[in-house]
T-cell receptor
Framework: DVKVTQSSRYLVKRTGEKVFLECVQD?????MFWYRQDPGLGLRLIYFSYDVKMKEKGDIPEGYSVSREKKERFSLILESASTNQTSMYLCASSSSGDRDNSPLHFGNGTRLTVT | GEDVEQSLFLSVREGDSSVINCTYT??????LYWYKQEPGAGLQLLTY?????DMKQDQRLTVLLNKKDKHLSLRIADTQTGDSAIYFCATGYSTLTFGKGTMLLVSP
């Protein structure tokens, strides 16, 4: 079974802090993703990565950056946290093996509150 | 860009069948997916269907695909209280586009 592990289930940070959300997958997947989930807005893609040291902007990258130094780890960085970044953050991974069938496998999410 | 629409809420009684509907705009996806999210958890892949199929059955789950109308549905037979969750449909290639989710509430 694919396991995607997000390091924290709950985080509370102050406005202006630099925040790191960590995600590790154990299935040697090439692709990794960060989404945020908000009531009424569904899932929105922040950033994704198809390979180590590669990153692509998703639909809402503003205020975020990412780091992928190792294949299994994908970090989401909030350079200066703001209250509108209070949300549930979901990490996912997928394989590039079958280009047409690449279901995402999700972690359990990190609920971030910025006060 | 791609758009995926779902009804937001469905309430059923235990033992009834549930049908969750989804419409999408991008017909180029080869696979279409259904995910389930239980409270406080991430999304779990439930099932998927290949785009050249019109039906797939997996135990209590039946997926119907009408490619002409770009309509996807998930039927859950004999719905149980443990099926209460949010259900998402998703389409696309490596970056999936998700609907906003349908909250299914199953009452005893």
């Amino acid at each position: 079974d694919v396991k995607v592990t997000q390091s924290s289930r709950y985080l509370v940070k102050r406005t202006g802090e630099k925040v790191f959300l960590e995600c590790v997958q154990d299935m040697d997947h090439e692709n990794m993703f960060w989404y945020r989930q908000d009531p009424g807005l569904g899932l929105r893609l922040i950033y994704f990565s198809y390979d180590v040291k590669m990153k692509e902007k998703g639909d809402i990258p503003e205020g975020y950056s990412v780091s992928r130094e190792k294949k299994e780890r994908f970090s989401l960085i909030l350079e200066s946290a703001s209250t509108n970044q209070t949300s549930m953050y979901l990490c996912a991974s997928s394989s590039s093996g079958d280009r047409d069938n690449s279901p995402l496998h999700f972690g359990n999410g990190t609920r971030l509150t910025v006060t | 860009g791609e758009d995926v629409e779902q009804s937001l809420f469905l309430s059923v009684r235990e033992g009834d069948s549930s049908v969750i509907n989804c419409t999408y705009t991008d017909s180029s996806s080869t696979y279409l997916y259904w995910y389930k999210q239980e409270p406080g958890a991430g999304l779990q892949l439930l099932t998927y269907i290949f785009s050249n199929m019109d039906m797939k059955q997996d135990q209590r789950l039946t997926v119907l695909l009408n490619k002409k109308d770009k309509h996807l549905s998930l039927r859950i037979a004999d719905t149980q209280t443990g099926d209460s969750a949010i259900y998402f449909c998703a389409t696309g290639y490596s970056t999936l586009t998700f609907g906003k989710g349908t909250m299914l509430l199953v009452s005893p």
